[in-house]
């Protein structure tokens, strides 16, 4: 039994069956399917939303345990916890994902929260007064380098935004890039991003 709460703008996604979700738990974790119980932190459910959309989308199984357990969820209003608290605070720039709870033998339900890969990368994971960017290697979610991020601001919507006001050098790329993207305190990830679309323009 499938209970679908929101539909994303991607009108492939479509409700999930049992074995399939079954199937996908049995394959275990890898670069687009993660696992999480559902009394994780918002931050750390966020951190691994990150990862997926800087990286090629994928699914979030939550009330599933690293080792494949299935745990449940054990929250009155998963749904409601997930979209207001998870993505509504900590997730930006904003993700609408696709929701729905399958529902196992014995009355156990898991929730997948499928994400595409984001077309405004980088997105970040906000918390405690930080923009922290996330990407995914393998089953593991983690902190970008320098040139990762570069490589995430080149291939989001704000690279286009950079290699425009590059020609018009009456404006300021930088002032303008730093106002694009919302990331005031990604300076530099931003002037990297900067360098690599000035190299690109030029050459």
């Not at 999480?36 to 994928?58: C, H, M, T, W, Y």
């Not at 609408?96 to 499928?114: C, H, K, M, T, W």
């Not at 393998?138 to 590059?166: D, K, P």
């Amino acid at each position: 039994m499938v209970h679908s709460y929101l539909t994303s703008t991607v009108s492939e996604t479509t409700a999930m069956r049992t074995f399939e979700l079954l199937e996908l738990i049995a394959n275990g974790e890898n670069s687009g399917i993660a696992f999480s119980r559902d009394d994780v932190r918002p931050e750390q459910l966020a951190k691994e939303i990150v990862a997926l959309s800087n990286f090629q989308g994928g699914r979030v199984l939550l009330g599933v345990q690293d080792n494949g357990g299935i745990t449940g969820l054990t929250r009155t209003d998963t749904e409601r916890w997930v979209m207001d608290t998870v993505f509504g605070r900590y997730v930006h720039p904003m993700i609408l994902p696709f929701y729905e709870e399958v529902v196992l033998d014995g009355n156990q339900r898991v929730a997948v929260i499928s994400i595409e890969q984001g077309v405004a990368k980088p997105y970040v994971l906000r918390n405690n007064g930080r923009e922290d960017i996330y990407i995914r290697v393998g089953t593991t979610s983690r902190l970008a380098s320098r040139e990762q991020q570069a490589r995430l601001f080149a291939s989001g919507a704000c690279l286009t935004h950079v290699a425009w006001h590059l020609m018009r050098p009456e404006l300021d790329p930088v002032c303008e890039i730093k106002f694009a993207c919302h990331r005031p305190n990604l300076k530099a990830a931003a002037n990297v991003a900067l360098s690599w679309a000035t190299r690109v323009v030029l050459t």
